[in-house]
Every structure is written in structure tokens, then in C-alpha cells.
């Protein structure tokens, strides 16, 4: 196999044929889930909440997001690598857009960037393309306008279902090769991905997306408490990893490890 391309993606939605997504922040994600068949990795700004234990994910820095880039990039050997652009690090202005992600390709080695912003960011995205930059945009719910949205909210819903179109052609017609709709009602969603020729990505957009990603550590159950109704669980890391790192502990304070096969004489 050979490193996923952006006209792979656009192949796979011509022929009807859906594809998975997943985040990755580090070298033994990345390497499994390229291993996994998994076409695109994505190293989310939910690296804030993921990763670094932040509550949003609006205070992760490019700096704290460019050395786990790099460590995604390292791993994956067919995934296409998708680096997050941070709250602040491209809204300002057309130039700082180009700028930051110009930054993941050189210095996380990056194949594409992600943005958050529909009509908007048009001239963001036309702007990063332009420079030989593939952009994925995100619209719908976008966690970085979390405060202006008032919350998690469902996006699209009757009145506002052309407003979610309208961003959708927007990032399309300014080169996005994908976009993410979060949180979009399954019917606006199936609309829009019949309307764009890019593909859509779901998550929380229903059955009817060209792709779906999750979150990995939603995925694998290993972020416990109450989930978002889009997740689902496919393992149950948490309990895996809980109950391993309680077997050694026990076996350390039993002296039942190391045991003599684990020492060196
Ligand atoms: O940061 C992230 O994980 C994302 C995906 C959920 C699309 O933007
Ligand atoms: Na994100």
C-alpha cells in the first residue's frame, strides 16, 4: 500500500464507498491505526481536551500541538496526516492562516491542515490551497466557536439548515478537498454530502456521510463518563488499562514481581 492521497478520498466517495477517521496524538495510535486501514489520521485540536486535560479546546497552542503532529507523522506509514489548526492561529488574518499552517507542513510534516469556518473562511482556505496546502474544513458545530455558539447545539436545524449549505459550498468552491460537519442533523447532512462533490465527514452528522470520524480515546472506551450520543464505544480501554496497571501494582506490593524470569543474575 501506498500513502493515502486527497484524490484517493475524492475516488472513494465517486465510487459510493464510506471511509473511516480517526484522531491520533502519538506514535503507537498512529502506527496502529494506519496498521488498521484507517485512511486518514487527524491530529485534532481535541488534543486540549485529550491529551492535555483542558476543558475546550480552545487554549492548545501550536506549539504544544507540533511535536505530536510530528510524532503521528513519524508513525503512519499509508495514512494521510491531517494537523489541526488551534483556536487563534488563524482566524486573525488571511496571512497568519498561511503562515500557521505552513508551520505543520514544515515542522510536523503534515499532509494537510484542518480548519474550523464555512463562508467566512473562504478566503482562509483559498488562501492555504493556494500555497500547495490541501485544507479540510469543519463546519456545522465548531468546538472553537463554542461560547459564540452558546454550547454544544445540534447546527442545521429548519431555519438553519441553509446556512450549513451555504457554508458547505463555500469551502468547496474555495479548494477544501473534505469537510467535517459536527453535529448537523442527518438530513441536512445527507443533503449537503449529495450537494458537494468533496467528501463529507460525520461526526454526530448521521448515517449519510461520505466518511465518519470519532475521537480515538471515545472509540476505544478509553474516556470514561457520560459520552456524546454520536460515540460509540468499540472496546473498553479504560477497563483494560485500569485493570492492568491494579494487576502490577498488587503483584508489586505481593513481591510477585519481578519474578525470576524478569531478573538478570
Ligand atoms: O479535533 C478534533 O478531534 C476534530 C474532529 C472531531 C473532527 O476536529
Ligand atoms: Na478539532
Redesign the pocket.
Known amino acids: 500500500r501506498k500513502r493515502v492521497r486527497i484524490h484517493h478520498l475524492q475516488d472513494l466517495k465517486d465510487r459510493g464507498e464510506p471511509w473511516p477517521m480517526l ?1 491520533a496524538y502519538d506514535m503507537y495510535t498512529a502506527e496502529l491505526f494506519d496498521e488498521a486501514g484507517i485512511p486518514v489520521l ?1 491530529v ?3 488534543a486540549a481536551n485529550n491529551v492535555y486535560g483542558h476543558e475546550t ?1 480552545l487554549p492548545v497552542t501550536v506549539d504544544e500541538l507540533l511535536p505530536l503532529v510530528r510524532s503521528v507523522t513519524r508513525a503512519a506509514r499509508h495514512s494521510l496526516v491531517v494537523a ?1 489548526l488551534p483556536f487563534g492561529s488563524y482566524q486573525v488574518s488571511v496571512e497568519q492562516a498561511v503562515t500557521t499552517a505552513v508551520r505543520f507542513m514544515k515542522e510536523g510534516l503534515a499532509h494537510a491542515v ?1 480548519l474550523e469556518g464555512g463562508r467566512r473562511f473562504a478566503p482562509h482556505i483559498e488562501a492555504i490551497v493556494a500555497a500547495g496546502i490541501p485544507v479540510m474544513a ?1 463546519i456545522g458545530f465548531t ?1 472553537q466557536s463554542e461560547h459564540q455558539l452558546g454550547g454544544y447545539r445540534v447546527q442545521g436545524r429548519d431555519a438553519a439548515a441553509d446556512a450549513v449549505r451555504a457554508d458547505a459550498a463555500a469551502v468547496q468552491e474555495a479548494g477544501a478537498f473534505a469537510v ?1 460537519l ?1 453535529m448537523v442533523t442527518a438530513e441536512v447532512a445527507k443533503q449537503v454530502t449529495h450537494e458537494l462533490r468533496i467528501p463529507t ?1 460525520g ?1 454526530g452528522a448521521g448515517p449519510d456521510c461520505d466518511a465518519q ?1 470519532l ?1 480515538w480515546q471515545d472509540m476505544a472506551g478509553l474516556r470514561r463518563g457520560r459520552a456524546p450520543k454520536f460515540v460509540k464505544r468499540y472496546a473498553d480501554l479504560a477497563g483494560v488499562l485500569g485493570g492492568a496497571a491494579t494487576a502490577f501494582a498488587d503483584e508489586v506490593r505481593n513481591r510477585q514481581f519481578p519474578g525470576p524470569e524478569h531478573s538478570f543474575h
Do not use: A, C, Y
Open positions: 484522531t487527524l485534532g485540536d481535541s479546546s489541526d484542518k469543519h468546538p467535517v459536527e465527514i461526526i470520524v475521537v
